[in-house]
């Protein structure tokens, strides 16, 4: 397959257009994006038992942030159950290796998806909860990290508060808008993931349609491709090329490439090959930033090793339910009563009802 260009976006590429009324979306589960495959990698890098100290060289690759100090005392309280909850984030960075990967002229970094991952007592089965990155949320008074304030701030689209405040203020707007503390966070950036998908030689995928998208400069006719990691990047971006257009008809793109994914890490059997498992985890670890309680190779493999009870492959994966905003169709909000009910669902580690998984707004999606 010959290679594509490589992405291109600006910063105001985000908006959720609407379909016509006569566009039949997508209803029932909707899937999260690429950064599920961070809890994915965390097991492949942890898995491999008593040999995870041939990476211990790696920890100096890991950033740490120290969330608790960040945000202070004002948060939801814990679980009383030994059930966890990490905020995932995927940035959208200009930075460093990501640099080469965007041909635009924009600076900073964004979260260009988020999840919230929780891991219910027991740790057998896990739920995964795409915050679309349209998303119109009340932002709460936060500190960045030269000690600044910024005040809070209604009607803030979701995505633009990690460039504005910083990944803390991120943490406190999702447990401000769900009601549930975070454990822990997990940041990947665009390098990190090119980096994993060429670790292991590529990733099949199989369309049932060309996707034709300039924006992304993905260009994939119909058929079964392998995709190296600068592909595989644009067709995670992609949305031009598939559905209305919008950001919220791209999740079925990701959840396309996570499954794939996840199949080729099954079938390649990394844990038995330390050497591809170390390439695998130098990459991850160099593009990770965690939360200060995880900011360490041994910590992770802890952590990672605690979740080997959960088949990622049967995660639960929801997207937020949300409804386009009233006074900007290009944006969306969280749908009532159905995001109360998600929220409720994971405060109280309890099963989640079906109607809480229905989104109004579907991004006309088939």
């Not at 119109?136 to 500190?143: I, S």
């Not at 598939?242 to 079925?252: E, Q, T, V, Y």
């Not at 309890?350 to 989104?359: G, L, V």
Request: hydrophobic share 35%.
């Amino acid at each position: 397959m010959s290679h594509v260009s490589t992405p291109q976006r600006s910063d105001s590429e985000a908006p959720s257009r609407r379909r016509g009324k006569g566009r039949k979306g997508r209803s029932g589960k909707r899937h999260t994006g690429r950064n599920v495959l961070i809890a994915l990698g965390l097991l492949v890098l942890a898995a491999g038992g008593t040999g995870y100290w041939l990476y211990s060289d790696l920890d100096g690759n890991i950033k740490g942030v120290d969330i608790d100090k960040a945000i202070g005392d004002n948060r939801p309280e814990k679980l009383p159950t030994s059930g966890q909850n990490v905020l995932v984030l995927g940035s959208d960075s200009r930075a460093g290796a990501n640099a080469s990967l965007h041909t635009g002229h924009v600076s900073g970094a964004r979260s260009d998806t988020a999840l919230v991952m929780h891991i219910p007592e027991g740790r057998t089965k896990a739920v995964a909860v795409s915050i679309p990155r349209d998303t119109l949320v009340t932002r709460p008074e936060c500190t960045k990290s030269d000690g600044t304030t910024v005040p809070s701030a209604k009607r803030v689209m979701f995505n633009s508060i990690y460039s504005q405040v910083g990944p803390a203020c991120v943490v406190k707007t999702v447990e401000q808008m769900s009601g549930v503390r975070m454990d822990h966070y997990i940041e990947i950036d665009f390098a990190g993931f090119k980096g994993l998908v060429d670790a292991i030689g590529g990733v099949p995928i199989t369309t049932d349609q060309d996707i034709h998208d300039s924006s992304s400069g993905l260009d994939l006719p119909a058929g079964t491709h392998r995709l190296d990691g600068t592909q595989a990047l644009e067709f995670v971006r992609t949305r031009h090329g598939i559905g209305d257009g919008s950001d919220l008809g791209r999740i079925g793109l990701q959840q396309k490439f996570m499954l794939a994914l996840l199949s080729e890490i099954k079938k390649q059997d990394l844990l038995g090959s330390p050497t591809k498992a170390y390439k695998i985890a130098d990459s991850l670890t160099a593009a990770l930033t965690t939360d200060s309680d995880l900011a360490s190779l041994t910590k992770l493999a802890k952590f990672g090793r605690s979740l080997n009870g959960v088949d990622p492959a049967d995660m639960d994966t929801i997207m937020l339910p949300v409804a386009y905003d009233k006074i900007d169709p290009n944006r969306v909000v969280g749908a009532e009563p159905q995001d109360s009910q998600l929220w409720k669902a994971i405060r109280t580690d309890s099963r989640i009802p079906e109607s809480a998984k229905k989104s109004p707004a579907t991004g006309g999606g088939s």
